[in-house]
Structure formats: structure tokens, C-alpha cells
């Protein structure tokens, strides 16, 4: 009884039933009234009343004396339509009622309805005055009055109860249709909540229920992707620790099985393993950090300048060490940025270990730093010489785990997470962070920094 589409078949079939029998009663009121008054004019003009009166006036020029027809005509003529009537109201030329055998009429003036329904009563070419004849308020009818109206009211009853029939029907039918999608929208939604994310409803149904469709299969899509992220991630994650530790173990078996001696040089490859796994877990407990948003920023004005050259002063010797040149590009003055060093720092160190990464001997990294586009930040950039990535490759580069070529940079050391770590240091700041590349030309790695208000 609770359920939504039976609530709305009972409102249906209550209004409809309500709006029935309102139009039935009024109708058979109507109808009643309407047929008694048909029945009473057509009896008076029938009869002899209308020139009787009319004969009268022209006789005696006045209405004075006229009441004593009228009450012989109502008393011959009322047995036919009823008791309750006809009722007869006779005025003069000016609307005066001069009779009338409802109580306290006479003396009054005629409604101005009751004389346009009144039928004018000529005598010497003149209207002398008005005859209204009023169908009874009830009593008995002639039996061939009875049966009409008796006709009229089962054709009024068959007619409310088709309707009736009708409007429940169409009441099912409609409350099943607003209904249905609600349905399907709470088994889904069950669904989903055991975890089987790949649940979505159709479109469908009236506007309101079918936004309420789209934002569920939103909101399962974002709940679908976020899980195979996170299976992803705990696959990526599993992955990424099994392989030093891989390492670990089986060097540490074969110095015991004492296949590698027990050397100083053996155990430096187990000591650089840990260090590869420690790496890799401070970069998760970093990144899962800054996802969470809970990075520590402490920003304040930086000389920006002098920021970008101290980040870039460590990679000078493993620069000339690689014959890779390095350049910058900042203007004199640079406006003062709003930022957190140490988080800069961290962010122009991952851009500047990447482009020596993938920049062959030869080849050039260019800091550079300016006004950006948008007013009220600013633009620095890592450009270099090298690899470059592929077109397809290029929207994942920021993705967690993500390597273009996961063999080599693992002898390298990396994970695939500091340019998602960065991607999160610059967001917080407010910034952007973005890549453009030229496969064998090289890559351009820019962020945006917040300009302090001076
Ligand atoms: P990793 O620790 O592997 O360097 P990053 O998140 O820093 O992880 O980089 C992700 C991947 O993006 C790298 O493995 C590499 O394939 C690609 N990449 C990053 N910087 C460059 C670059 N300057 N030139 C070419 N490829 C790059």
C-alpha cells in the first residue's frame, strides 16, 4: 500500500471519482431544473393564459382584477407538473410584479434575468406587461417526466462510471510509467551499493526523475572510475615495491647460500634497493598527502629569481657531467611569486631530473620564468632538448605511475609519481601545471605560480 504507483492509482481514481460525481450531481440538477421549467413553459404557452391575459388588458386597460385568472390557471395546471409548481409571476409594462404565488413578491421589481426569461404580453400594440413562468422546486412529475429524467440520470450514471473506469485506468497507467524509473533507480542503487559500480539506469520518464537518472549514472561512473583507480593504484603500488624487494631477497639468499661473497660491494646493491624503496614510499605518503589536500604549504613572497637559480645550481655539474648545456631564461626583474620554497623547489627539481633523464649528450635545458597570459601569475618553464613524448602519451605524463617506458626508468629510479606529485604541489598553490612535446625535438614542462600582492 506504501508503494509509490498504487499511492498515486488510489489519487487518481479519488480525484477522478470526486470530479464525477460533482459533475453528476450538478448535471442531474441542472438537467431536473431545466426539464420542469421546459415542461411548465411549453404548458403555458400552450394554453389559453398568454391571450386570455392579453384580452383582459385590452378590456380593462389596467391589470387590476387579472390575479383571479392566474390563480384559476395555477390551479388547473399545477396537478400536471407537481406539487412545488409552476410559479407565476405576472408584472406590469415597467417590470412591477402585480402577482405572484411565491410569497412577498408583489409590489417588487422583476430581476432584470427573470424579465429577459419572461415572455412579454401584448395588447393594443403595446407590451401591457411581462408572464414568468418558474418551473416547480420539485414534487411529483408526470410519469413520462419521470421516465425522461430517470433516462437522463443512468445515461449521467453509465457515463460517470465509463469515465470513473477510464481515469483509474489511465491513473495505473500513468503512476506505473512515474513510478518505474524510480524502481529501477533503487535497485541500482542497491546494486551499487554492493559494489558492482558498472550499474546504470536508463534516461527516462518525466524531466525531474530523469535528471535524477543522469546524476546517478554520474555519480557510478565517478564511483566506477575511482575504484579501478584505486585497484589500479594498489596493482601499481604492489608492483613497484615487489621489484627492489625481489632484488633485496634474492641477493640477500645468495650471500647466504654464499654464492656472492659476503663483500662491501655486494651489500651496497642491497643498501641502493632500500633506498629505491624508500624513495617510493615517501612518494606515496607525499602524493597520498596532497590528495588528501592535506599538503603543509607555507607560502609567503619569494624572490622568484633567485628561487629558479638555486633550484637550478645542483644539476649544473651532472649537466657538464652529461654534456647537456643548461640555460635561463629570466627577465631582470621577475615579479615577487606567493609560494612555498621548499615546495618550488621540489617541483623545478623533478622537472630539471626528468630533462637530463631524457636528454641526450648535446643537448640544452633552458629555465625560464615570465609574466604569464593571465594576470596575476607566473609562467616557468623547463624546455629541453630530448626524447620527447609521444602525442598519445602526452595527457597521461601526470598520471600516477605513469613511464613511458617503465624498464628504463626503473634502472633510473623512477616511479612515475613525481610528476603527479608536482601536478598536486602546483594545484595547491592554485596553479596549473601543463607539458607540450615534440617527439626527438624535446619537451616544454611550465606550471603557474601565484604573484604576490604588494
Ligand atoms: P619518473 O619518476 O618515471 O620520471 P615522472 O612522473 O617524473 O616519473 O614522469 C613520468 C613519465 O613522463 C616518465 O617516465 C617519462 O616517460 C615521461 N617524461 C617526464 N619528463 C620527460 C621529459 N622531459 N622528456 C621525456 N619524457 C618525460
Request: glycine share 10%; net charge neutral.
Amino acid at each position: 500500500m506504501n508503494k509509490l504507483w498504487i499511492q498515486l492509482t488510489v489519487a487518481f481514481g479519488l480525484v477522478t471519482l470526486t470530479g464525477v460525481l460533482i459533475v453528476a450531481l450538478l448535471t442531474n440538477m441542472q438537467v431536473s431544473s431545466e426539464f420542469r421549467s421546459f415542461v411548465a413553459q411549453s404548458q403555458v404557452q400552450g394554453s389559453p393564459l398568454l391571450s386570455e391575459l392579453s384580452d383582459y388588458y385590452a378590456q380593462h386597460a389596467s391589470w387590476q382584477g387579472a390575479e383571479t385568472l392566474l390563480r384559476e390557471f395555477t390551479a388547473t395546471r399545477r396537478g400536471a407538473i407537481g406539487r412545488g409548481g409552476p410559479s407565476i409571476v405576472l408584472a406590469d409594462s415597467s417590470g412591477h410584479i402585480i402577482y405572484s404565488d411565491t410569497p412577498n413578491q408583489v409590489g417588487t421589481t422583476l430581476a432584470p434575468a427573470d424579465r429577459a426569461a419572461a415572455t412579454a404580453i401584448p395588447a393594443n400594440g403595446q407590451t401591457a406587461g411581462y408572464l414568468l413562468i418558474r418551473a416547480g422546486a420539485g414534487g411529483a412529475m408526470s410519469p413520462a417526466g419521470q421516465q425522461f429524467l430517470a433516462r437522463v440520470n443512468r445515461s449521467l450514471l453509465q457515463a460517470g462510471v465509463l469515465a470513473g473506469v477510464l481515469g483509474l485506468i489511465l491513473g495505473l497507467i500513468i503512476a506505473r510509467n512515474l513510478a518505474a524509473p524510480l524502481s529501477r533507480l533503487s535497485t541500482a542503487a542497491g546494486q551499487v551499493a554492493q559494489g558492482k559500480f558498472d550499474q546504470r539506469v536508463p534516461i527516462a520518464g518525466a524531466a525531474e526523475v530523469a535528471d535524477v537518472a543522469r546524476a546517478f549514472n554520474d555519480m557510478a561512473a565517478g564511483l566506477q572510475q575511482s575504484e579501478q583507480l584505486r585497484q589500479h593504484m594498489i596493482a601499481d603500488i604492489a608492483h613497484e615495491l615487489r621489484t627492489p624487494l625481489t632484488v633485496i631477497q634474492g641477493n640477500l639468499r645468495a650471500l647466504l647460500d654464499d654464492v656472492y661473497p659476503l663483500e662491501k660491494g655486494e651489500i651496497a646493491t642491497i643498501y641502493d634497493e632500500t633506498i629505491v624503496l624508500n624513495r617510493l614510499v615517501s612518494d606515496l605518503r607525499e602524493l597520498a598527502k596532497a590528495e588528501a589536500g592535506q599538503l603543509e604549504l607555507h607560502m609567503h613572497p619569494l624572490d622568484t629569481s633567485a628561487l629558479l637559480r638555486s633550484a637550478l645550481a645542483p644539476f649544473e655539474v651532472n649537466a657538464a657531467a652529461q654534456g647537456i648545456a643548461i640555460a635561463t631564461q629570466l627577465p631582470a626583474t621577475l615579479p615577487t611569486a606567493q609560494a612555498d620554497p621548499e615546495r618550488v623547489r621540489q617541483v623545478l627539481r623533478n622537472l630539471l631530473a626528468n630533462a637530463l633523464r631524457y636528454t641526450p649528450a648535446g643537448g640544452t635545458i633552458t629555465l625560464s620564468a615570465a609574466q604569464a597570459a593571465n594576470a596575476g601569475w607566473l609562467r616557468v618553464a623547463v624546455c629541453d632538448t630530448g626524447a620527447g613524448i609521444a602525442a598519445a602519451d602526452l595527457p597521461h605524463v601526470f598520471e600516477r605511475f605513469w613511464r613511458a617506458d617503465r624498464s628504463r626508468s626503473r634502472d633510473q629510479g623512477g616511479a612515475g609519481l613525481g610528476l603527479a606529485i608536482a601536478k598536486q604541489i602546483v594545484e595547491a598553490h592554485g596553479g596549473q601545471i601543463g607539458a607540450t612535446s615534440e617527439p626527438s625535438q624535446g619537451s616544454e614542462f611550465w606550471f603557474t605560480l601565484p604573484i604576490a600582492d604588494m
